[in-house]
Structure formats: structure tokens, C-alpha cells
């Protein structure tokens, strides 16, 4: 299974990116999928994450009300639509697959990351 991110780049605060995550393999719709990022000297942490189904979505406080993660099973892709970005949210972004959860918890592979650079 590979996992290749993109979208990433520069943007000026409150403007908008959405990143993209297309997955090998045939059984995309079997996959968790989840977003996390790390900014520079930072630990990495959660951003959102959506089910197998693809009916639930999660979302780390901070991102809640700006952030949309979707997927697109026809496409073996998962997007993370990013609205009112802000300086702190500068960061490379990856993308991870749960291959045995319903609710994405324990990550088997990971993208390379795509940079999100926020500029005030």
C-alpha cells in the first residue's frame, strides 16, 4: 500500500488549500483514513480523521468549523479541505491509513507529507 499526498504550498492567512491523498491498492473503501500534521519543532498531532463508511468525520478542536476531511472511494483518495487558514497552521501534512478500524486508531502506513506554509 502507498500513499501519495499533494496540494500542499503557500497561501496568505484566511485563504484556503485542499490537500488530496491517493492510495494504491483495491480496497480503498476498507481503509480508515486520517490528517496529521507537524510544524517545525513540534511534535506531530491529529487533525481529522474519517471512517471506513465515510459517515463519521473527526476533527481536532482547533480545526473544527474550518477543516473538511472527505473521500472519494471511486478515486481511492481522501481530501482535507483547509478554509481560514491561520500562520499556526503551517506545517507538512500527512496523510495515514488504519487498515483494521472502523474508526482510524492504529496507523499500518503514512505519506510522505505535503508543506503548508501560511503567511500573515
Known amino acids: 500500500v502507498q500513499l501519495q499526498a499533494s496540494g500542499g504550498g503557500l497561501v496568505q492567512a484566511g485563504g484556503s488549500l485542499r490537500l488530496s491523498c491517493v492510495v494504491s491498492?483495491?480496497?480503498?473503501?476498507?481503509?480508515?483514513m486520517s490528517w496529521f500534521r507537524q510544524a517545525p519543532g513540534k511534535e506531530r498531532e491529529f487533525v481529522a480523521a474519517?471512517?471506513?463508511?465515510?459517515?463519521?468525520?473527526y476533527y481536532a478542536d482547533s480545526m473544527k468549523g474550518r477543516f473538511t476531511i472527505s473521500r472519494d472511494n471511486a478515486k481511492n483518495t481522501v481530501n482535507l479541505q483547509m478554509n481560514s487558514l491561520k500562520p499556526e497552521d503551517t506545517a507538512v501534512y500527512y496523510c495515514?491509513?488504519?487498515?483494521?478500524?472502523?474508526?482510524?486508531?492504529?496507523?499500518?502506513?503514512w505519506g510522505q507529507g505535503t508543506l503548508v506554509t501560511v503567511s500573515s
Open positions: 495515514a491509513l488504519d487498515p483494521d478500524h472502523e474508526i482510524p486508531s492504529e496507523y499500518d502506513y
Open positions: 491498492g483495491r480496497t480503498f473503501s476498507s481503509y480508515a
Open positions: 474519517i471512517t471506513r463508511s465515510g459517515n463519521r468525520t
